[in-house]
């Protein structure tokens, strides 16, 4: 018996850990209507899921439609008589709804063009139209009285002549390549396409190298005819479309001269001069008609394949004989922001914040960007509103935003960000961003914490198109797009799919990098939607024409990101993943080491290179080329704390994981104020990625983990303290920021280890 | 003192083995002036190095100027009276240098046009020009009359029209991807860009797919502006451009009325019918502004990013709605070749002939192609002939080759090969070959068995740019451009640079490919000389601002084949390698593993796909692709046989290597005959390649380890039996491809065994 009994216990134990609740409950003869829910206790899994189908049923593609139009009726850039337009209306909207709404006002720099002129002097002339033309067809591209005119907000004000260089898109390794090729930018003036990097990037690059100035264009290879029929015949930017845009540096996001405080009516200001933000150089942008006479002045070398454009002509490097002169003069006024704040308070944990947004601004109409997903986030809020009216009560506030400012420089976000710093820090259990929408495959970047819980919920939505879960057909693309066996095998046996690290490129990134709070971004991409960014052409006949037209996907969005909502406010324990999170950045290590070995090798075949004397074998003395300089092979670098650290990470995890296992299986009634205390660690976990000195040059971002880099913009660089000082052969910062982040590594690790031991002592106590 | 002697012995059988020979005498107080020859005794080494040295020196920049001033001056097509003209002209020089010269002729099928149409149709009407108009600065540009207009030679009369389909390259893999996009060309003419294939391929599989006809243009992305400045300003092929050639199809060379015999006059010939090398539908060439709107009237589909060429258009798939109308007739007439032969007799092993060639017939003035390599052969007859009369006796006989009609399809070496193939089998040692030639590096393609003679040859020319030998510069090239460390440490490691394999595309396939006759391809190229391939504008005036502009590469040239003209003419054992060829078998064998494991992968993971439902999700609705069909996984190949067989040849050829080592080492004078054997079963190992039924529907392709790929043309496909079979998913014909080619492996090994025992015994008879 006794050995009988030994073996009935075991079986009942691992039933406990392993098996999921609903079919736990079979043996209770309740048959499982719907598959468990991570964080939800047994009874209110089943009300949760209820009330999550209702909600999914409310989206509807007319009020998408409808709402879109409203607000993509005339130019709302910030400042502009629309913009406030729509932030009153949407508070109304809300107020409808029943959510508690406001709008909340800061003061930000915006410069709007004064003077841009561009001219080629040499060899013949040429004068430069920036001008975008209105379409017959096109009902909202005639409003020119209203639309901002093509420029880069932040240029520096300058008026230069000088020989043009064309180069490439100017990053780093592009001007790595134009000093082999012999070519210098001093005293030119650069001509650089769109892509490889955030445009803000370009001018910062190019002013280190010594150019007078920047003139950036959409080259029809990457933005324009080569990839499909251009407007209004076809989705793609035409010969006149420009890309508009701000071409801040990296140092901080949000207003550039309250770096690190909110910017509310009557705050302190930097002077404009003194802000690091505004760029080095004066930057125009073009559309491809205006830089093809350009181009087609730019003789000396042909350029490296890479580089060429789709313009029929030869891409050379110059410097000159083209000779342009550039001007460009800003209204450094301060501009009114309206952001509209929205909330549904939690009934059981009020202090606990569930946060949700996208921006309301654009360059013009913008229909895409950013009103494809303004709008999802406004039918959540209705649904949302709707669901309230029926009785569903949120255990957690959930807040909604419609941020204004995001266009320029992440203001509207960031600005509140910093004016509420504290309570935030305080209160916010997570932040879930969009922007625009179209047609396609989820995509979801984010905070490897919440990864899991974002696959859990991408199985409960439909694709529109393909009636498969959204999760599915994403999965089936990561399958489609793998290259290699292991690859495709990872994908096949992982239970979830990776979600990407965020770097830069809309409102969650003060969230995040600034204050450390955990941050996704959801949207629908990769069948179409592009082609106008930025252009007055993005506008409701281009997107009811050429994107999600049927606003499937936009529902899609609002389905998806709603039901996250309401599945982070509703849980008893919050959906935090550590395990994820802890093999994401062990991946990192990884690559880290790998990078480093690489550098190292580089520069050991390199130097090696020189000795052999490849480079001047391989120079042809009609296209002469230098060779690049002798490096010294770096010093050892050891990763062992960052390995020990993640070790470490991924023991707490790993703990915690197998205490979760347990937490609904009894369908206990947990004591409530020792499970806020131990949701309140698990969402401040992601603070412990912070350090108060911020990275290396860039102290607002204090974040460890995620950063934008500071020469690409918008992509990612994970662990950046050690990444980026690798990248530029900063040897002794590398070894440093192992340090740093060693240290925040066993930090988290630490808090893991106490939320797995007040999670076993919940489960043990009941 | 027993111990110490026997240590003593060890050393001296040591040196014996490894030390090169002029080393090994410094002990005998003859201090080495030069570094050892391999295949030459001792004293004979000196001499011919002295020789060599003689004939560098002669080799002369303005007579290669004058050469090609006077063969370029008019059109020397096949049948044009300037071909015969300047046969008569080579001959008359070889005479006058002191050679034994002929002209033998061929009497061939080559056809001209007489009718060629192109026009839209449909939406709007468009006639193509087809004509390459006169360039003022250009002096022979306007020799219309005498000019072959641009044409592909033995495409199929026809009288065609239909919807356009553009099918980028036109390769099987591209057709495939058609197929996956639901783009069928049944019905339809397609037009395809040169490149990715030779260009008798694109009619060959577009008929193969139902298309009715082909129209091939030069894509400015691949030849044209996208590259650099186009003529006359820069080298660039122009919009009005084209590029000629033939279009036969694979199955054998030469004439395609005489298939594996000599069309000598008189000959029996097929019907025009019955010939399989005639393409199926009608072909023609045009220049991209005769494609462009063409391109620019078809729908449907956007390309595949790679398929994009560089006209400022989006590049649609089809079909239409652009329709055209296509016209090819021809004058099927009979035309006389005009090939050049010139002996220097040989001394002591007269029945041992050391070939060399390179093709005088062009499409129209062809300064590059074929002159440039052709003056090059020239002035090699000419130091020859001067050496000569200063008392140089070759051992061997010295054939050069002034080929006719190789443009159309390699027609007068072929023909000459096949009239005289049973004493070519006996008594050829080796074909060097060479073509267009212009600056940069050294590339030498061929015979495995001479790899390491021709490292030797090259290492003994200098660059005349760079001042270092052409070997190091190619290696240092080759250092470069590797791709991974383990690429690059071979390169560091091995003695001899690799040398490619040979494929087709000149006057050496038939040697090879056909009687087993040891050839290679050298010239200089990597530094410009390209851009007006096939066209009128390839002329003096144009290689003379734009090519190898001072005729050093052509003298280096010269240099490189003449030197090694010599060096096998005058060996007292020629210097073929065993070593270097079975390293290269056993590099293809693991390929051909590689290939069949990733076949079998690809196959297996697409069957798994197709089953998960992969493709299904990730097709857009608004851009449907079709799944690929569902394929069997294949069977186990065995590639034991390949691996023992190659063992085998390896072990064989080490020891062979092993008794070469002490050949010249005590400068003994060998009997005169043993060694003339032995040389003969040198020179027949390439014979022993040859299988009698050819390869698998090509019996003309005799050769088992070279051959260009039925589906590529120019590009080789090595071990093509095997390795052709696994590509197109025949397995048991790849099975059978494995024992044809060990057995013949089996025999190579069996014959350099015996050499090596044969050598063993001559030096140990010493």
Same mark, same amino acid.
């Given at each position: 018996?006794?050995?009988?009994?030994?073996?009935?216990?075991?079986?009942?134990?691992?039933?406990?850990?392993?098996?999921?609740?609903?079919?736990?409950?079979?043996?209770?003869?309740?048959?499982?209507?719907?598959?468990?829910?991570?964080?939800? =206790?047994?009874?209110?899994?089943?009300?949760?899921?209820?009330?999550?189908?209702?909600?999914?049923?409310?989206?509807?593609?007319?009020?998408?439609?409808?709402?879109?139009?409203?607000?993509?009726?005339?130019?709302?850039?910030?400042?502009?008589?629309?913009?406030?337009?729509?932030?009153?209306?949407?508070?109304?909207?809300?107020?409808?709804?029943?959510?508690?709404?406001?709008?909340?006002?800061?003061?930000?720099?915006?410069?709007?063009?004064?003077?841009?002129?561009?001219?080629?002097?040499?060899?013949?002339?040429?004068?430069?139209?920036?001008?975008?033309?209105?379409?017959?067809?096109?009902?909202?591209?005639?409003?020119?009285?209203?639309?901002?005119?093509?420029?880069?907000?932040?240029?520096?004000?300058?008026?230069?002549?000088?020989?043009?260089?064309?180069?490439?898109?100017?990053?780093?390794?592009?001007?790595?390549?134009?000093?082999?090729?012999?070519?210098?930018?001093?005293?030119?003036?650069?001509?650089?396409?769109?892509?490889?990097?955030?445009?803000?990037?370009?001018?910062?690059?190019?002013?280190?190298?010594?150019?007078?100035?920047?003139?950036?264009?959409?080259?029809?290879?990457?933005?324009?005819?080569?990839?499909?029929?251009?407007?209004?015949?076809?989705?793609?930017?035409?010969?006149?479309?420009?890309?508009?845009?701000?071409?801040?540096?990296?140092?901080?996001?949000?207003?550039?001269?309250?770096?690190?405080?909110?910017?509310?009516?009557?705050?302190?200001?930097?002077?404009?001069?003194?802000?690091?933000?505004?760029?080095? $150089?004066?930057?125009?942008?073009?559309?491809?008609?205006?830089?093809?006479?350009?181009?087609?002045?730019?003789?000396?070398?042909?350029?490296?394949?890479?580089?060429?454009?789709?313009?029929?002509?030869?891409?050379?490097?110059?410097?000159?004989?083209?000779?342009?002169?550039?001007?460009?003069?800003?209204?450094?006024?301060?501009?009114?922001?309206?952001?509209?704040?929205?909330?549904?308070?939690?009934?059981?944990?009020?202090?606990?914040?569930?946060?949700?947004?996208?921006?309301?601004?654009?360059?013009?109409?913008?229909?895409?960007?950013?009103?494809?997903?303004?709008?999802?986030?406004?039918?959540?809020?209705?649904?949302?509103?709707? =669901?309230?009216?029926?009785?569903?009560?949120?255990?957690?506030?959930?807040?909604?935003?419609?941020?204004?400012?995001?266009?320029?420089?992440?203001?509207?976000?960031?600005?509140?960000?910093?004016?509420?710093?504290?309570?935030?820090?305080?209160?916010?259990?997570?932040?879930?961003?969009?922007?625009?929408?179209?047609?396609?495959?989820?995509?979801?970047?984010?905070?490897?914490?919440?990864?899991?819980?974002?696959?859990?919920?991408?199985?409960?939505?439909?694709?529109?198109?393909?009636?498969?879960?959204?999760?599915?057909?994403?999965?089936?693309?990561? $399958?489609?797009?793998?290259?290699?066996?292991?690859?495709?095998?990872?994908?096949?046996?992982?239970?979830?799919?990776?979600?990407?690290?965020?770097?830069?490129?809309?409102?969650?990134?003060?969230?995040?990098?600034?204050?450390?709070?955990?941050?996704?971004?959801?949207?629908?991409?990769?069948?179409?939607?592009?082609?106008?960014?930025?252009?007055?052409?993005?506008?409701?006949?281009?997107?009811?024409?050429?994107?999600?037209?049927?606003?499937?996907?936009?529902?899609?969005?609002?389905?998806?990101?709603?039901?996250?909502?309401?599945?982070?406010?509703?849980?008893?324990?919050?959906?935090?993943?550590?395990?994820?999170?802890?093999?994401?950045?062990?991946?990192?290590?990884?690559?880290?080491?790998?990078?480093?070995?690489?550098?190292?090798?580089?520069?050991?075949?390199?130097?090696?290179?020189?000795?052999?004397?490849?480079?001047?074998?391989?120079?042809?003395?009609?296209?002469?080329?230098?060779?690049?300089?002798?490096?010294?092979?770096?010093?050892?670098?050891?990763?062992?704390?960052?390995?020990?650290?993640?070790?470490?990470?991924?023991?707490?995890?790993?703990?915690?994981?197998?205490?979760?296992?347990?937490?609904?299986?009894?369908?206990?009634?947990?004591?409530?104020?020792?499970?806020?205390?131990?949701?309140?660690?698990?969402?401040?976990?992601?603070?412990?990625? =912070?350090?108060?000195?911020?990275?290396?040059?860039?102290?607002?971002?204090?974040?460890?983990?995620?950063?934008?880099?500071?020469?690409?913009?918008?992509?990612?660089?994970?662990?950046?303290?050690?990444?980026?000082?690798?990248?530029?052969?900063?040897?002794?910062?590398?070894?440093?920021?192992?340090?740093?982040?060693?240290?925040?590594?066993?930090?988290?690790?630490?808090?893991?280890?106490?939320?797995?031991?007040?999670?076993?002592?919940?489960?043990?106590?009941?």
């Amino acid at each position: 018996m006794k050995h009988l009994l030994a073996v009935s216990i075991c079986l009942v134990s691992l039933s406990l850990g392993a098996v999921p609740p609903q079919q736990h409950q079979v043996g209770e003869k309740n048959p499982p209507p719907l598959p468990p829910l991570q964080g939800f =206790l047994a009874g209110s899994a089943q009300t949760e899921r209820q009330w999550e189908e209702k909600f999914r049923a409310i989206p509807n593609t007319d009020n998408l439609r409808e709402y879109m139009k409203l607000m993509s009726a005339r130019p709302h850039h910030v400042g502009s008589p629309y913009d406030k337009q729509n932030a009153e209306w949407m508070l109304s909207k809300f107020k409808e709804w029943g959510w508690d709404a406001h709008i909340e006002n800061f003061d930000v720099l915006f410069p709007t063009p004064k003077e841009r002129r561009l001219e080629l002097l040499e060899p013949t002339r040429f004068v430069a139209k920036l001008e975008e033309p209105p379409i017959d067809i096109d009902p909202t591209s005639n409003q020119q009285a209203e639309q901002l005119p093509p420029y880069n907000a932040y240029s520096i004000d300058g008026d230069v002549s000088g020989p043009l260089v064309y180069v490439n898109y100017g990053t780093r390794d592009d001007y790595e390549q134009l000093a082999r090729l012999d070519v210098s930018v001093k005293g030119a003036i650069v001509i650089v396409r769109y892509g490889g990097s955030w445009r803000g990037i370009k001018p910062k690059v190019a002013a280190e190298h010594g150019a007078l100035g920047c003139i950036i264009y959409s080259d029809p290879a990457d933005d324009g005819y080569a990839n499909g029929e251009v407007y209004p015949r076809g989705a793609w930017r035409n010969k006149d479309a420009v890309q508009r845009g701000s071409v801040t540096d990296t140092y901080f996001a949000g207003d550039p001269l309250t770096p690190g405080w909110g910017s509310v009516p009557g705050a302190r200001r930097l002077e404009i001069k003194d802000s690091p933000l505004i760029t080095k $150089i004066p930057v125009l942008p073009i559309s491809y008609s205006d830089a093809q006479p350009l181009l087609a002045s730019i003789q000396g070398q042909v350029v490296p394949e890479k580089w060429r454009g789709a313009l029929p002509l030869t891409y050379h490097l110059g410097p000159g004989p083209g000779k342009v002169h550039l001007v460009v003069k800003s209204n450094w006024d301060t501009k009114r922001l309206y952001d509209v704040i929205a909330k549904l308070p939690g009934a059981e944990a009020a202090g606990q914040w569930v946060m949700r947004g996208n921006h309301h601004d654009a360059w013009v109409n913008g229909a895409s960007d950013p009103l494809s997903g303004m709008v999802a986030v406004l039918e959540e809020a209705r649904a949302l509103g709707e =669901l309230h009216k029926q009785g569903w009560r949120p255990k957690r506030t959930i807040i909604y935003a419609a941020w204004d400012g995001e266009e320029p420089g992440l203001l509207g976000s960031t600005e509140f960000l910093e004016t509420h710093m504290e309570e935030l820090q305080q209160h916010a259990v997570a932040y879930i961003n969009s922007d625009n929408n179209s047609r396609g495959f989820l995509r979801v970047s984010g905070s490897h914490s919440l990864e899991r819980f974002l696959n859990g919920v991408a199985h409960d939505i439909e694709d529109p198109e393909k009636h498969i879960s959204v999760w599915d057909r994403a999965h089936l693309l990561r $399958i489609a797009d793998a290259t290699g066996a292991e690859v495709r095998d990872e994908l096949r046996k992982r239970a979830d799919w990776r979600i990407r690290a965020l770097g830069d490129g809309s409102d969650y990134a003060s969230f995040l990098d600034h204050a450390g709070i955990a941050a996704v971004d959801i949207r629908f991409s990769g069948e179409g939607g592009e082609g106008q960014y930025h252009s007055i052409y993005d506008d409701f006949y281009w997107y009811t024409h050429f994107s999600d037209t049927q606003f499937i996907y936009g529902r899609a969005l609002a389905q998806t990101a709603g039901t996250a909502i309401m599945r982070l406010a509703d849980a008893d324990l919050l959906p935090f993943d550590f395990v994820g999170q802890a093999d994401t950045i062990k991946t990192y290590v990884k690559e880290l080491e790998r990078l480093f070995k690489s550098q190292q090798d580089e520069i050991r075949e390199r130097n090696l290179e020189l000795q052999e004397g490849v480079f001047s074998a391989i120079s042809d003395p009609q296209k002469p080329t230098q060779p690049p300089a002798r490096m010294e092979t770096p010093p050892v670098i050891s990763f062992a704390p960052l390995q020990n650290s993640s070790d470490a990470l991924q023991k707490a995890a790993q703990r915690y994981d197998a205490a979760l296992k347990n937490f609904p299986a009894g369908g206990f009634k947990a004591n409530a104020a020792t499970l806020t205390t131990l949701n309140e660690r698990l969402y401040k976990s992601e603070r412990l990625f =912070l350090s108060e000195k911020g990275l290396p040059g860039r102290p607002w971002f204090k974040h460890q983990i995620y950063a934008p880099g500071a020469y690409t913009g918008y992509a990612v660089k994970t662990i950046p303290a050690v990444r980026e000082a690798i990248e530029q052969y900063k040897w002794t910062e590398a070894q440093e920021g192992v340090t740093t982040v060693s240290d925040i590594l066993q930090k988290e690790a630490a808090s893991v280890n106490e939320a797995a031991a007040q999670l076993e002592q919940l489960i043990s106590a009941h």
